[in-house]
């Protein structure tokens, strides 16, 4: 089955730790994303890449990094730079980065808790 | 800067009923706008997307409706049930910038 496959589902970390989030997908899409919900708030943009090797700040990129080297895969790190990194992260991909066509998909989150 | 508004906020209703979700956004000049459904601990799922162009579109017991004029959407659920109890955001496309509704969270009784 085409998806996109988020891992781990949950992950505990201690303060200063640096913990890496997986993300892939095999609907052969081009354009992938980070996402980050709390309670109360809607989705925050962290990142965002629309073609291999090249990948954009959102609104939240401070303390997080990415990389694209693969089409099918879009890792998160969480750095012990983020102050505040509890949340639920969401990984979603679309065909294209085309603003006309823009349509996302999303996979089933990873919960990260800081201890 | 885009603001995107859903009211209300909950609602719970009996199952049967037909029921109406509202989705307001401020900048008009909107691309397309998708639905989508959350269960809870979940990802989203795509429900519907409108085009621009398009004043609605259907899916099932899923109904629609986008007037960019007034920056106003709202998703119909005819005849709800039990398992349409989920948080159902809205988030229209502007400029590449997909910006995301805080969601209504939707109970249905049995």
């Known amino acids: 089955d085409g998806g996109i496959t988020q891992s781990p589902k949950y992950l505990f970390r201690k303060e200063g730790q640096n913990v890496t989030l997986s993300c892939e997908q095999n609907?052969?899409?081009?354009?992938m994303y980070w996402y980050r919900q709390d309670p109360g708030q809607g989705l925050r943009l962290i990142y965002y890449?629309?073609?291999?090797?090249?990948?954009q700040k959102g609104d939240i990129a401070e303390g997080y990094s990415v990389s694209r080297e693969k089409k099918e895969s879009f890792p998160l790190t969480v750095t012990s730079a983020q102050k505040n990194p509890t949340a639920f992260y969401l990984c979603a991909s679309s065909i294209s980065g085309d603003r006309l066509s823009l349509e996302l998909f999303f996979g089933e989150g990873s919960r990260l808790t800081v201890l | 800067k885009q603001e995107v508004t859903q009211i209300p906020a909950a609602l719970s209703v009996p199952e049967g009923e037909n029921l109406v979700l509202n989705c307001s956004f401020t900048?008009?000049?909107?691309?397309?706008l998708q639905w989508f459904r959350q269960d809870p601990g979940k990802g989203l799922t795509s429900l519907l997307l409108?085009?621009?162009?398009?004043r609605e579109q259907t899916s099932g017991r899923l109904n629609a409706s986008l007037d960019k004029s007034s920056g106003r959407s709202t998703l119909y659920i005819a005849a709800s049930q039990p398992g349409d109890s989920a948080t159902y955001l809205c988030a229209p496309n502007r400029d590449d910038k997909i910006i995301f509704g805080k969601g209504t969270r939707l109970h249905i009784l049995p």
């Open positions: 890449s629309q073609i291999v090797n090249d990948f």
């Open positions: 900048d008009s000049a909107i691309y397309n």
């Open positions: 409108i085009q621009s162009s398009q």
């Open positions: 609907l052969n899409h081009d354009a």
